[in-house]
T-cell receptor
Framework: AQTVTQSQPEMSVQEAETVTLSCTYD???????LFWYKQPPSRQMILVIR??????QNATENRFSVNFQKAAKSFSLKISDSQLGDTAMYFC????????????FGKGTRLSVIA | GAVVSQHPSWVICKSGTSVKIECRSL??????MFWYRQFPKQSLMLMAT?????????EQGVEKDKFLINHASLTLSTLTVTSAHPEDSSFYIC???????????FGPGTRLTVT
């Protein structure tokens, strides 16, 4: 079974600064996807960024980027130029590429951006 | 991106009654839908996976007779909480995935309060 660990229950960052959220996972699979989801106070789940395991290049989406270390099974999220609207719960998630499998979520990190 | 709706967005019911939550994919055919439950300040917990036209697969510890899931069409899945108890009060989220795609699209969630 796959597990996803987010070791930082809460973090805070000053507006315009950079913050990194940690995520590690455990799997014996070789083909999989990794995701970061944002859940703001509205509780709507929003996809922030995705990474395919076979791609060595780290994914980036505007101010969001990941540091994917496949051998270490690490998948951290870096948020640059933090904005007040980034305040939310962030969930790291894993999904096998084969079969009709669900997402496996970490416990989440609550990020507060401070003005 | 694709849109998934849930109805109702919130519902209050009395103990012992049943309540139905609908999850609809509005602009794509959802071959698979997932139902999650989320307690305050916690992560999403997968309850069941449903494929169109077949019985849902429930996660360990989830009572299939209490949480009835029906996925009768490619755009609609329903979760019925039967004989509701106050401990069933929670936030229920559905997600949907189309055929030949790995991405899941989340509904906005339904807040259930059982009095």
């Amino acid at each position: 079974a796959q597990t996803v660990t987010q070791s930082q229950p809460e973090m805070s960052v000053q507006e315009a600064e950079t913050v990194t959220l940690s995520c590690t996972y455990d799997t014996s699979e070789n083909n999989y996807y990794l995701f970061w989801y944002k859940q703001p106070p509205s509780r709507q789940m929003i996809l922030v960024i995705r990474q395919e395991a076979y791609k060595q290049q780290n994914a980036t989406e505007n101010r969001f980027s990941v540091n994917f270390q496949k051998a270490a099974k690490s998948f951290s999220l870096k948020i640059s130029d933090s904005q007040l609207g980034d305040t939310a719960m962030y969930f790291c998630a894993f999904m096998k590429k084969t079969g009709n499998t669900p997402l496996v979520f970490g416990k989440g990190t609550r990020l507060s951006v401070i003005a | 991106g694709a849109v998934v709706s849930q109805h109702p967005s919130w519902v209050i019911c009395k103990s012992g009654t049943s309540v139905k939550i609908e999850c609809r994919s509005l602009d794509f055919q959802a071959t698979t839908m997932f139902w999650y439950r989320q307690f305050p300040k916690q992560s999403l917990m997968l309850m069941a996976t449903s494929n169109e036209g077949s019985k849902a697969t429930y996660e360990q510890g989830v009572e299939k007779d209490k949480f009835l899931i029906n996925h009768a069409s490619l755009t609609l899945s329903t979760l019925t909480v039967t004989s509701a108890h106050p401990e069933d009060s929670s936030f229920y989220i559905c997600s949907a995935r189309g055929d030949l795609t790995y991405e899941q699209y989340f509904g906005p969630g339904t807040r259930l309060t059982v009095t």
